[in-house]
C-alpha cells in the first residue's frame, strides 16, 4: 500500500520536528515574584485613589452638563470631553459576538479590533454545534451555512473509531473570511438547515486560527432550546 | 544526565549506558511502541530492541538529537514488530486506522513513477515547515507519534472535533502539496 511506504518516510522527517511535537504546550503564565505583587497592589492602590478623586471632581465641574432620563435609570452623556475614559481591560484582537442563537440558527459577528492582524494572522474559523447529554457531548450534523464568505463545508466521517462517536459537518472557510474596507466586524448567519432543534443544552463552539502563533482562540456559546 | 553525556557513555562501551537512556527516555521508547503495538509486552520487547540497536549503532554514529532518534528506531522496531504480527493475524488495528488516513494524502497516479525517499521526505519537511505550530504538531504526533486522537486531545488540551478537523485538513493540504511538487508514491 502507498500508504504504507508514507508511513514509513514519516519517520525520516527532521528530528527538530519530531522532537518540538512531544513538548506539551502549558499555560502562558507570568511568573511573578511576591515583590512585584506588592508594588502592583501598591500602584492599584493609588490608581483608585488617584481616579476616586477624578471622578469626585469632575462630577462636581460636570454636574450641570449631565441629565437623567425620566426614570432615573440611565443618564446621558452630553460633555463629550468625558468620553473614551481609560480601560484596564486588554485589547482583544479578535472578538465572537452573538446577535442571536436559537434552534433554526444563529447570527455571529466577528469583530475585529486591528484590521491589519486579522487579515494577516487570522484566516479561517470553524463552527461546530454540539448537544450536550447525559453521556457527555454529541456533535451534531447541521447542515451549514447561509452566509457566502463561509464556504467549505467538511463531510461527515462516520464512527472512524467505533467509540460512537460522529463527525459533524463542520462549516469552515477555506478562504479568509475577509472584510471590506473599513469594515470592523463580518457577520456570519449560519442556518442550522436541520429542522428545528430538539429541546435540549447545546453549544456552539467556534475556533478562530491564528496562524501567526498557530494557536486557536475558542469560543463558546451556550444554550438551551425549551 | 545530559544526552550528550549519555552519547558519550555508548562511546565509552559503558553498560550504564542502556540504564541511563532507560531512566530518561523508558517511558518515551514505551508510549511509542504501545501507541503502534497496542500490547504491554510487545511495547516491553520493542524497548529492549530499541536499546540493543541503539548499542550497535553508537557508534560510529553521533545523533544531533538523541530524544528524536530514539523515537525514530522505537517507532521502526515497532512498526516491524506490528508487520510480524498482522502476518500472523494479530494487533489491535490502531495502524490500519492511520494508514487509512495517509491513504487520503496519496496523489491518484497510479501510471506515474514512484518518486525517491530522499524526494518524499525532503517534500514532507519542507510541508511540516509551512504549517502552523499546532497544526504541525498535531500532525506528527498522529503519524509519528501514533497517538489516539483523544490523546492528541488530552496533550493539546484541545476539543477531539478541533483535533480530527486540523488532521483532516492537514492530510488534504498535503495531498494537494505532493500533487503541486509531483509527488508520487
Known amino acids: 500500500m502507498k500508504s504504507e511506504r508514507l508511513m514509513d518516510l ?7 520536528l519530531i522532537e518540538s511535537a512531544d513538548i506539551k504546550p502549558t499555560k502562558k503564565k507570568a511568573a511573578v515574584s511576591p515583590v512585584i505583587i506588592s508594588v502592583l497592589a501598591a500602584a492599584a492602590c493609588v490608581a483608585i485613589i488617584v481616579s476616586v478623586g477624578y471622578v469626585f471632581l469632575n462630577s462636581r465641574n460636570n454636574s450641570k452638563n449631565k ?5 432615573g435609570i440611565t ?20 472578538d465572537v459576538k452573538i446577535n442571536m442563537v436559537d434552534e433554526y440558527g444563529c447570527n455571529l459577528s466577528l469583530i475585529v479590533n486591528n484590521k491589519e492582524d486579522y487579515e494577516k494572522y487570522y484566516t479561517y474559523g470553524d463552527f461546530v454545534l454540539h448537544k450536550q447529554t447525559e453521556d457527555g457531548d454529541v456533535l451534531l450534523t447541521p447542515k451549514p451555512i447561509d452566509k457566502t464568505k463561509i464556504q467549505t463545508i467538511v463531510p461527515a466521517t462516520d464512527d472512524p473509531k467505533g467509540e ?56 463558546e456559546i451556550p444554550f438551551t432550546v425549551e | 544526565m545530559e544526552d550528550t553525556q549519555i552519547i558519550e557513555l555508548y562511546f565509552q562501551r559503558s553498560e550504564s549506558a542502556i540504564s541511563e537512556t532507560d531512566h530518561k527516555y523508558g517511558a518515551y521508547c514505551n508510549t511509542i ?9 510487545d511495547s516491553e520487547e520493542c524497548q529492549n530492541d530499541t536499546y540493543l540497536k541503539l548499542w550497535n549503532t553508537i557508534p560510529p554514529t553521533r545523533p544531533s538529537n538523541f530524544k528524536a532518534f530514539i523515537g525514530k528506531i522505537t517507532r521502526n522496531l515497532a512498526l516491524n514488530i506490528y508487520e510480524k504480527h498482522k502476518a500472523q493475524k494479530r ?76 488532521l483532516k485538513r492537514t492530510r488534504d493540504k498535503l495531498k494537494v502539496f505532493f500533487e503541486k511538487e509531483e509527488i508520487y508514491l
Not at chain 1, 441629565?67 to 426614570?71: A, I, L
Not at chain 2, 511502541?33 to 509486552?41: D, K, P, R, T, V
Not at chain 2, 489491535?92 to 496519496?106: P, Q, Y
Not at chain 2, 525532503?122 to 500532525?139: A, G
Request: charged share 25%.
Open chain 1, 10 to 16: 514519516i519517520s525520516e522527517i527532521d528530528p527538530e
Open chain 1, 67 to 71: 441629565s437623567f432620563d425620566n426614570q
Open chain 1, 75 to 94: 443618564w446621558n452623556e452630553i460633555n463629550s470631553d468625558n468620553k473614551n475614559p481609560a480601560s484596564a481591560e486588554p485589547e482583544k484582537k479578535i
Open chain 1, 164 to 219: 460512537g462517536e460522529i463527525i459533524p459537518y463542520i462549516a469552515t472557510s477555506k478562504e479568509p473570511v475577509t472584510l471590506d474596507q473599513n469594515e470592523t466586524s463580518v457577520d456570519i448567519v449560519w442556518g442550522y438547515n436541520y429542522g428545528d432543534l430538539e429541546k435540549g443544552d447545546y453549544y456552539i463552539t467556534v475556533d478562530i486560527y491564528d496562524s501567526e502563533n498557530g494557536t486557536i482562540i475558542q469560543t
Open chain 2, 33 to 41: 511502541a504501545y501507541n503502534i503495538l497496542q500490547n504491554s509486552e
Open chain 2, 91 to 166: 494487533g489491535a488495528g490502531s495502524v490500519e486506522l492511520a494508514l487509512d488516513e495517509l491513504e487520503e494524502c496519496i496523489p491518484d497516479a497510479s501510471a506515474s513513477i514512484p518518486s525517491e525517499d530522499s524526494v518524499v521526505t525532503e517534500c514532507l519537511n519542507s510541508f511540516l515547515k509551512s504549517l502552523p505550530t499546532q497544526h504541525r504538531n498535531i500532525f506528527i504526533r498522529r503519524y509519528f507519534y501514533m497517538a489516539s486522537v483523544t490523546e492528541i486531545a488530552n496533550f493539546f488540551q484541545m476539543n477531539e472535533s478541533t483535533v480530527r478537523v486540523s
